[in-house]
């Protein structure tokens, strides 16, 4: 007859109770270490990202709409320091530069700064997924002085951090902090990079407005909000 000790136990001599509870506790572990998204420095939007909200969760999508053109487009265009005046800053000081230009959102993050001007375009660089126009501002001298993200894949939170009125508070989680960057972003890829001819921006004049993280004083790439050329 086998007794109720017996009949608890698994052959390895663990109470089945116990071993329950810790295949429960490893599905959670397992489920949590599955969703999650722990945004670094950077946060990187490319073509066929999803973002929008799935059963009621935060729509980062719908977000970026609805404060991209009313807020963040005329903060940034507003706010935004001349870039001969910042690079000028950031080779004499780059720490001092980011604290006079620049916003944290917090200790030890890099400085976000909102930048504007005009240069030639020295080349379209498309070698990898995240191309850049390399430009030689105004007046030129035949050397890049930063670069133009212009995607498909965008790096980084620049915009989201440096226009000064979205802040971790505001939301649930650092998941969702993170899917406004990526939202932020993907209105640049949309609205802001698609609509320019980019197989002719070689040789030509481009203006431009956006902000960049002060991460390398010696490779700045600005996201942009607008971007013209001429």
Avoid: H
Avoid at 137 to 155: E, Q, R, S, W
């Amino acid at each position: 007859m086998v007794g109720r000790d017996s009949r608890d136990k698994r052959c390895d001599g663990i109470p089945r109770s116990s071993a329950l509870g810790l295949v429960a506790a490893l599905v959670v572990t397992v489920a949590v270490a599955g969703c999650a998204r722990v945004p670094g420095v950077y946060v990187v939007e490319k073509s066929g990202s999803r973002t929008g909200a799935q059963d009621g969760a935060f729509d980062a999508t719908a977000y970026a709409a609805g404060i991209w053109s009313a807020k963040v487009v005329p903060t940034v265009l507003a706010k935004a320091v001349e870039a001969e005046t910042v690079l000028k800053a950031v080779k004499a000081d780059p720490a001092e530069a980011g604290k006079k230009f620049g916003r944290q959102t917090g200790a030890g993050s890099p400085y976000a700064v909102m930048i504007k001007g005009a240069g030639k375009v020295l080349s379209v660089a498309r070698s990898t997924g995240a191309g850049q126009l390399q430009v030689d501002l105004n007046p030129p001298d035949g050397k890049a002085d930063l670069n133009i993200a212009i995607g498909p894949v965008f790096l980084g939170t620049a915009l989201r951090d440096a226009v000064g009125f979205i802040g971790f508070g505001q939301f649930t989680n650092q998941v969702d902090y993170a899917g406004a960057a990526t939202a932020l972003n993907t209105e640049v890829r949309q609205k802001v990079v698609a609509p320019v001819d980019l197989g002719s921006a070689e040789g030509r004049t481009v203006g431009f407005a956006g902000a960049f993280q002060l991460l390398d004083p010696k490779n700045i790439v600005v996201t942009p909000v607008r971007l013209e050329l001429s």
